[in-house]
């Protein structure tokens, strides 16, 4: 008996204990394993020995509803993982080495302890694409099903004839057309009409190979060009490929007329000789470096900086917050913080919180310190990402930039890792493994003693928190570089506006006094609308029904360039109608606006203004959104609008004009952290104005022009915040004063939902208070999205371990809820 532990990637899944066979290798943690799970073959990943489960564990254990793949049941699947006694053998080892770097298992495994999820998901979060092989049922007639065709009826009959013809189809496929399938086929196969196999898909290794022609010891032989054999294009060939020593590519060889009949006579004559070589697709080619400016630091940039080299040379973790104003030069104290660290023999991994982001961060990288930068986000191609995770594999990488799913980059001996606007809602993963990137680093760089320094203009109420409580330790950068001025921030009270001009006004007096004057200068301008679309809503003035989408509890988003009204939750689109689908009434009115009526508006406005639009509509093509920045950095536009994308990070010195459209929009939402949001916003969108030797402005609309989040933004004075949030957080019990888990039940109905919610919160409330508290059940926020109707339960305390373990023991013994919940610990948001 060689028992090892492994992880699979399924949903809720505890680590799995199987057996290593006689004659086998033994695999070490981090290697792939083929092993079997219920009738199917899946890739898992060894785990450390310590890390270890047990049967009665995997008994406990329950699953949310996964998806069904390659035609097999998954719960089925998992359920028969569960009764099994003897653990099974695995069936191969796909590596030789270990394929995950330890230190990249063990902070998965944290990931799935603190985060409530199966091993398996965070496991699968840390492996490049195309690293998963698994098996997919296939099945084909055999004579004896093709003789008995014509006799078989109903469901039988429809399955042998998909098969006819020597077929070989998936199980998945068939199962699709019908229901009842799985049984119909099992019968087929005891009655010998068809065969079911499982061969396995995927590979191991997913490089990029490309054939390589290069010339022989023999073809390098001046008299092989007067083998009498030749004819005058293999001659050419030949003489090519003898000037190249390295060798040409096939397709290159082809592309100038050298086909693959010549390739082949020469190769017959021995003359050439053909090889598959690795080649790495490059993400770089679209993004070239940016060499770095050259400019004295400021005192508290120096002061920072001196400050972060000492940690950093004493080579144990550290946390810093970086808390900086916008403009203040917190990215240069990253270029020449990572230059010391390098130069110590460690790494560097930078996270930057969205895609758009990445390029100019990368750039700036790349400039600074050559090839050895590497990206890593989900906008590359499979490729592209499977090809840099492998560099970074292999070492020939020191500094990494990307987003969150970086945090689980191969990289070794990391000396620094910066976490760049920490306080982005984008580091939360809103899917299993809800993992929030900015907590997981701080976790990698303890583990690897490392400083890791997080910066923002507007941090977090927990990072605040923990650098007031002498967790973090924090430095300020209060003043911005070349003691440039911070935007002048205008507010417009928007009821003056709709009591003077209507209800229908996007763009107040004030903003568009402002846009003609920015145009008139011929400097640019930034307008942001965190709501993306034309009409936020279609309203019948006839019997006041909404056009709703029919599986989410939300209107559907009128896109007028599209012609579609869309859900932005589920996708579902429809035309936008003529008359009411309620009362077929003409009376249908638009209603709100979003980025896509306020571009209309100001090209309506401004003939002549060159105008681009960034948000989720605009930039669904790959590079879209790095090509508009690209336009609007180089002068091509002079009005950029756009979502939350537009307001931060970007550096842009020829804004001198920032509009905020509806400023208070996230206000309204049921959630703790809107107001923590809307000044974040505020504060970001405001700081991307007068970023050059231009001042700047900012023309903030709003309806409520004394709320507390809107005043200290315009303002830009976080201290004052933090003190009227922190005082709202305390009061109400909400993080950062204590921990909270967000628990949402799904069901077919309403009721439903909420009774599986109360049957959890009657369970959770057996400790006895003092332990924790539970809020609820109440219906959620969207009480039905997808199809689905949801409840929702707080879980709140001090001790995060016991919550999530009293939790986790009431799922374990509910398993038929624990399918349909959703346990999200340390929310971004409660919707």
């Not at 394929?99 to 492996?127: D, K, S």
């Not at 709703?548 to 012609?563: D, F, I, K, Q, W």
């Not at 003529?578 to 009434?585: L, Q, R, S």
Request: charged share 25%; glycine share 8%; proline share 6%.
């Amino acid at each position: 008996m060689r028992p090892i532990t492994v992880a699979v990637p399924v949903p809720t899944l505890d680590s799995l204990t199987y057996n290593v066979p006689d004659g086998m290798p033994m695999p070490s943690p981090g290697m792939r394993v083929l092993v079997p799970l219920g009738n199917r073959i899946v890739t898992g990943c060894v785990l450390p020995p310590e890390g270890g489960s047990h049967e009665t564990k995997q008994e406990q254990q329950q699953l949310q509803q996964p998806e069904t793949g390659s035609g097999d049941n998954n719960e089925d699947l998992v359920a028969s993982a569960f009764r099994r006694t003897d653990p099974k053998d695995i069936v191969d080892v796909l590596d030789a080495e270990p394929f995950l770097p330890e230190p990249i298992v063990r902070l998965a495994e944290w990931v799935a302890e603190y985060y409530a999820c199966g091993v398996g998901e965070a496991i699968a979060t840390a492996m490049p694409p195309r690293a998963w092989v698994e098996s997919e049922r296939h099945a084909a007639i055999t004579d004896a099903g093709e003789a008995r065709l014509l006799t078989e009826r109903g469901l039988r009959r429809d399955v042998l004839e998909r098969l006819t013809g020597g077929r070989v189809t998936s199980v998945g496929a068939i199962a699709r057309a019908s229901r009842g399938t799985h049984a119909a086929l099992a019968a087929l196969e005891r009655d010998g009409l068809v065969t079911l196999t499982r061969p396995l898909k995927g590979r191991a290794d997913a490089s990029r190979t490309v054939r390589v022609v290069h010339a022989t010891a023999q073809g390098l032989d001046p008299a092989s060009l007067e083998t009498p054999r030749l004819g005058e294009r293999q001659r050419t060939a030949l003489g090519r490929l003898r000037a190249a020593p390295d060798g040409l590519a096939a397709a290159e060889l082809a592309a100038d007329g050298v086909d693959s009949a010549t390739i082949v006579r020469l190769a017959r004559l021995g003359l050439v000789s053909i090889e598959r070589r690795r080649v790495e697709r490059d993400p770089f080619e679209a993004a070239p470096a940016v060499a770095p400016a050259a400019f004295d630091l400021t005192a508290e940039q120096e002061g920072a900086l001196g400050t972060l080299r000492g940690i950093a040379a004493t080579g144990t973790f550290a946390p810093v917050l970086l808390h900086g104003v916008t403009g203040s030069g917190k990215t240069e104290i990253y270029l020449r913080l990572a230059r010391d660290v390098l130069a110590a023999g460690r790494r560097v991994l930078l996270m930057v919180p969205e895609i758009a982001l990445t390029p100019a961060a990368a750039a700036a990288f790349r400039g600074a310190f050559g090839r050895r930068v590497a990206i890593q986000h989900s906008a590359l191609s499979d490729g592209e990402r499977y090809d840099q995770w492998h560099r970074i594999r292999r070492g020939d990488v020191d500094v990494v930039v990307g987003t969150r799913s970086a945090v689980f980059t191969p990289l070794t001996d990391v000396g620094l890792i910066v976490v760049d606007e920490e306080h982005d809602g984008s580091y939360k993963q809103d899917e299993s493994p809800r993992y929030h990137g900015r907590d997981v680093a701080i976790v990698r760089a303890r583990a690897a003693g490392a400083v890791v320094v997080l910066g923002s203009a507007t941090p977090s109420l927990e990072s605040y928190y923990n650098a007031e409580n002498g967790r973090y330790r924090r430095l300020t950068l209060e003043r911005r570089v070349f003691d440039r001025p911070l935007a002048n921030v205008r507010i417009v009270d928007m009821r003056t506006e709709y009591a003077a001009e209507g209800p229908d006004v996007i763009l107040s007096g004030a903003l568009v006094d402002a846009l003609r004057a920015t145009l008139d200068r011929r400097e640019q301008a930034i307008v942001l609308l965190n709501r993306r679309g034309f009409a936020s809503a279609v309203f019948c003035r006839q019997c006041g029904d909404t056009l709703e989408c029919p599986n989410c509890s939300v209107s559907l988003t009128v896109h007028r360039a599209a012609g579609r009204a869309r859900c932005h939750y589920c996708n579902y689109s429809t035309g936008v109608p003529k008359t009411c689908a309620k009362c077929a009434g003409p009376y249908l009115e638009q209603l709100g606006f979003g980025t896509e009526r306020v571009e209309a508006e100001i090209g309506s406005v401004f003939p002549s203004a060159r105008v681009g639009r960034v948000d989720r509509d605009t930039i669904r093509r790959r590079g879209a959104i790095a090509d508009l920045l690209a336009r609007f950095g180089a002068g091509e536009l002079d009005v950029l609008v756009g979502t939350q994308m537009i307001a931060k990070g970007h550096d842009f010195p020829r804004v001198t004009l920032v509009g905020v459209v509806s400023a208070d929009i996230g206000l309204g939402l049921a959630d703790f952290r809107a107001a923590e949001r809307t000044f974040q916003l505020l504060t970001q969108v405001a700081g991307r104005a007068g970023r050059g030797e231009l001042a700047g402005e900012a023309i903030v609309q709003t309806l409520y022009p004394d709320h507390y989040s809107i005043r200290h933004a315009c303002r830009q004075d976080y201290a004052a915040f933090y003190r009227d949030e922190l005082t709202f957080r305390q009061s109400m019990r909400y993080p950062p004063a204590v921990a909270l888990i967000n628990v949402v039940v799904k069901a077919r109905t309403r009721e439903a939902a909420m009774q599986d919610a109360g049957t959890i919160v009657e369970a959770l409330r057996v400790p006895g208070p003092g332990a924790y508290r539970v809020l609820g059940p109440a219906p959620a926020p969207l009480v039905r999205l997808k199809g689905e109707h949801r409840a929702q339960l707080f879980i709140k305390g001090t001790h995060r371990t016991s919550m999530r373990q009293a939790l986790l023991t009431v799922l374990g013994s509910r398993p038929e809820i624990a399918r349909r919940a959703i346990v999200d610990v340390d929310p971004m948001s409660v919707l």
